[in-house]
T-cell receptor, first 112, second 109 residues
Framework: NAGVTQTPKFRVLKTGQSMTLLCAQD?????MYWYRQDPGMGLRLIHYSVGEGTTAKGEVPDGYNVSRLKKQNFLLGLESAAPSQTSVYFC???????????FGQGTRLTVV | RKEVEQDPGPFNVPEGATVAFNCTYSNSASQSFFWYRQDCRKEPKLLMSVYSSGNEDGRFTAQLNRASQYISLLIRDSKLSDSATYLCVIHFGANNLFFGTGTRLTVIP
């Protein structure tokens, strides 16, 4: 069972470059989330989606954009990467707003 | 003030010991409570939900104290495989799922 799959798993970017992280889930979940995890900061919500075609800002949205064109996919874009965006990014999905969140394996991004 | 606060540890305990973690939350309207486990360089995974009446799953017991606004996780008879970071997760509102910074546990042989 695939669950939540993130690609890529690792990436090194130069400052100013752009990239897109892909999250795919095969559980027919309505809710999808993008988090970043930094040492001592815990998981912080970047953007989330409550269904196909909808997105909303989380706690730390600046510098990121998202799209949910298909229910199973949630894309996170960095238009102009900055060293402060060096982090581990996790995608998650859930069937309800209060239910268990299932996470992808994470993407380790380094911006130099 | 952070929405969710946890002691980061580390907690180093011998095999067989009992260890407890607490997590405090600031929003009294919080609706759902969870403990997640995260292994080194891995994704978080649900360990257990926390119910108002408290709940137990084998060696793990979770409790909620709404009056004092904290949840707890008790691990009995610690195993080496319990070594991980334990994340407290609080949910309130439409889409507000707040994660604590995690408490690191190392079980020593």
């Amino acid at each position: 069972n695939a669950g939540v799959t993130q690609t890529p798993k690792f990436r090194v970017l130069k400052t100013g470059q752009s990239m897109t992280l892909l999250c795919a889930q095969d559980m027919n979940h309505e809710y999808m989330y993008w988090y970043r995890q930094d040492p001592g900061m815990g998981l912080r919500l970047i953007h989330y989606s409550v269904g196909e075609g909808t997105t909303a800002k989380g706690e730390v949205p600046d510098g990121y954009n998202v799209s949910r064109l298909k229910k199973q996919n949630f894309l996170l874009g960095l238009e102009s990467a900055a060293p402060s965006q060096t982090s581990v990014y996790f995608c998650a999905s859930s069937s309800s707003a209060t239910g268990e969140a299932f996470f992808g394996q994470g993407t380790r991004l380094t911006v130099v | 003030r952070k929405e969710v606060e946890q002691d980061p540890g580390p907690f180093n305990v011998p095999e067989g010991a009992t260890v407890a973690f607490n997590c405090t939350y600031s929003n009294s309207a919080s609706q759902s409570f969870f403990w997640y486990r995260q292994d080194c360089r891995k994704e978080p995974k649900l360990l257990m939900s926390v119910y108002s009446s408290g709940n137990e799953d084998g060696r793990f017991t979770a409790q909620l104290n709404r009056a004092s606004q904290y949840i707890s996780l008790l691990i009995r008879d610690s195993k080496l495989s319990d070594s991980a970071t334990y994340l407290c997760v609080i949910h309130f509102g439409a889409n507000n799922l707040f994660f604590g910074t995690g408490t690191r546990l190392t079980v020593i042989p």
